[in-house]
Each structure stands twice: as C-alpha cells, then as structure tokens.
C-alpha cells in the first residue's frame, strides 16, 4: 500500500477526477476508464486514475483520509444510523467533508445539495458523475425554500446556520422541508473565522425552532461543538 492509499480516500478521488475530466476535459484519460463510473473500476484502476490528477496539478486536499474521524460527524453518522431513512437535504455541502464518508455508509439515500457557491455546486456535480449518481447538487438558498414542504425524510444543517445572515428563515424552511428530522451542528464557542456571523447558543437554537413548529429538540455538546436533532414526527 503506497502514501496515497494510506493517506487519501482513493475512491472518492478518482470519482470526482472522472467527472472532472468529462466535463473540462483535464486530465485526459485512457478510453479504457473514461466512459466508467469509479464503482465499475479495478483498484488498479482508480490508482491510475487519481496519478492522471495528481500529474495534471488537480487540487486533491479534499480527499484527505480522516474527516469521518471527526467527532461531529461521527456524531451525526451515528444519529443517521440509528433511523431508517431515504432522502436526504445537506445544506452547505461545500467540499464534502460530511458527505463523503456519509455516501460510502447510506449509498441507497437520495442526496440533495445546496450550497450559494457555484464552484461548490460544480465539484459535487462532478463527484456525483464519477461515481456517486445518488447525489444531486444546486446553487440554491436555503432561505428561499427551494422545496415543496415535507420533501426530504432528513435536512441536515452542519457548520452552516452560523454563517447565514437570515438564520431564523434558514430554520424555519429546513423544518418546513423535511418530514422526519432536522440535524444540526454549530460551533458552541466564539472563534476567530470572520465568516462565523451568530454564536448559536442552546436557547437560541431552542427559540427558533420552536418558532419553526418543532419543539421536540435533542441536544448534545460535541468537541466544541453544539448537537441538535429536531423530531419532526
């Protein structure tokens, strides 16, 4: 096993390079792998796969082993693992962080994505192309409500209220959206990310969701981090 098997999530890598590749053209690949999903590929297969980005300068970070070791987000895999579900809203998707191990563990959930970048709606467009057609990603806000009410068993919200200026709506059109539960995940203590515009406390989040209509809330603190999974049925 070489640096990059131990170090980086082969599969998902070469997902998005495939995907990449289809759509911009870089890195040019072998007629033998280019038409091919990563799950229809041979470990050798992948390998070659993620060299070809490696060699044409491809930003491969994302893929870095080790974002499921997180504590919240084996906090919120744990939650997920414990209902059954079949839909599923991320918001604030971003780079994958939480989507990545998340598609590996739940490949039969129907995955939609938002998130107000495009160059992030294009990476995860391009990640689902290559090897995980569950998901589907638009540049949407969530504070516009872009479903009908009650369109996805689960909406998560991690690491991303903290940054939405209207977050009460952000909180009202997530518990609007989703049947089941709404999952969620802020920082607990104030830190130095200049993006972080609320600290979003227990009694705030407890305010506006039951200003939402949901008042069964489950709270947990998690290394720095605050925990809440709001019940919807």
């Not at 796969?49 to 082993?65: H, S, T």
């Not at 039969?108 to 290559?130: M, P, Q, T």
């Not at 972080?196 to 981090?225: N, Q, W, Y």
């Amino acid at each position: 096993m070489n640096e990059w098997e131990e170090r980086y999530d082969i599969f998902a890598a070469a997902a998005w390079i495939l995907g990449h590749a289809r759509q911009s053209g870089v890195p040019q690949l072998p007629e033998t792998v280019s038409g091919k999903r990563a799950g229809d590929c041979t470990e050798k297969e992948l390998l070659e796969i993620v060299e070809a980005g490696r060699k044409a300068d491809l930003k491969l970070y994302p893929f870095k082993a080790g974002t499921q070791g997180l504590q919240r987000v084996r906090r919120v895999m744990g939650f997920l693992h414990s209902i059954s579900f079949e839909t599923m809203l991320d918001v604030g998707s971003g780079r994958g962080v939480f989507l990545m191990p998340f598609m590996k563990d739940f490949p039969w959930v129907r995955i939609y994505a938002l998130d107000l970048l495009e160059k992030k709606v294009a990476f995860l467009n391009e990640l689902a192309d290559g090897g995980f057609p569950q998901l589907h990603a638009e540049q949407k806000s969530i504070c516009h409500q872009p479903y009908p009410e009650k369109s996805f068993d689960v909406v998560t919200l991690l690491e991303v209220l903290e940054h939405i200026p209207e977050v009460e709506k952000a909180v009202a059109a997530a518990v609007r959206m989703a049947k089941q539960y709404v999952v969620v995940t802020v920082p607990s203590k104030p830190d130095s990310n200049p993006e972080h515009i609320h600290l979003l406390t227990k009694e705030k989040l407890t305010r506006m969701f039951r200003a939402a209509g949901c008042g069964r809330l489950h709270f947990d603190g998690v290394e720095g981090h605050l925990f809440l999974v709001a019940a919807l049925e």
